[in-house]
């Protein structure tokens, strides 16, 4: 057990719509990574936050938003899903930003129909 | 723009015997490197990581791997492999001065056989 959770473990949803992700980070770390594993595309970083703010960026698409909140939890919000968002989306914490270990959650499985 | 080629896609060997995960990077900076395991229905774990010095990098679980500028590679090996090493093994590199951007190869399917 990484001390990382996310919930929930699964989701099923139609496209068009909306979801929410949440993940806690372990206790006492202040960074937040969002990542996608997909089988087209792999494991890909999406987003960082460190301890509120938007630290780093990578291939994340415009209809995915994330926030990081004052107390250090995170939520990754996917809007306007589409079948290609089908994926399992992984959260990771450090302790801080930089070169740090980090700590991945079990994920959360979404499918879109 | 880096990028991590784990060269075998599936790696099948016997209970006991060594193993080698390949994985080959490319990038026009100085990077860190990583090796993560995902066991079934789970979350990425640290096995090992090359920040400076040494180029020889134990880990966990008695893995470890070797830092090869000259040949851009940091392969992940094991002398005597279990069954419980059976998993899927990512490599992965960051930019020094971007740490916080982890590039993941495809990974790599360990089966190990009893």
Known sequence: DSGVTQTPKHLITATGQRVTLRCSPRSGDLSVYWYQQSLD????????????????????????????FPDLHSELNLSSLELGDSALYFCASSVASGNYEQYFGPGTRLTVT | AQSVTQL????PVFEEAPVELRCNYSSSVSVYLFWYVQYPNQGLQLLLKYLSGSTLVK?????????????????????????????????????????????????????VFP
Do not use: M, W
Request: aromatic share 12%.
């Open chain 1, 41 to 68: 595309q792999g494991l890909q970083f999406l987003i960082q936050y460190y301890n509120g703010e938007e630290r780093a960026k990578g291939n994340i698409l415009e209809r995915f938003s994330a926030q990081q």
């Open chain 2, 8 to 11: 075998d896609s599936q790696v």
């Open chain 2, 59 to 111: 880990g966990i679980n008695g893995f470890e791997a070797e830092f090869n500028k000259s040949q851009t590679s940091f392969h992940l090996r094991k002398p005597s492999v279990h069954i419980s090493d059976t998993a899927e093994y990512f490599c992965a590199v960051s930019d020094i001065g971007d740490a916080d951007k982890l590039i993941f190869g495809t990974g790599t399917r360990l089966q």
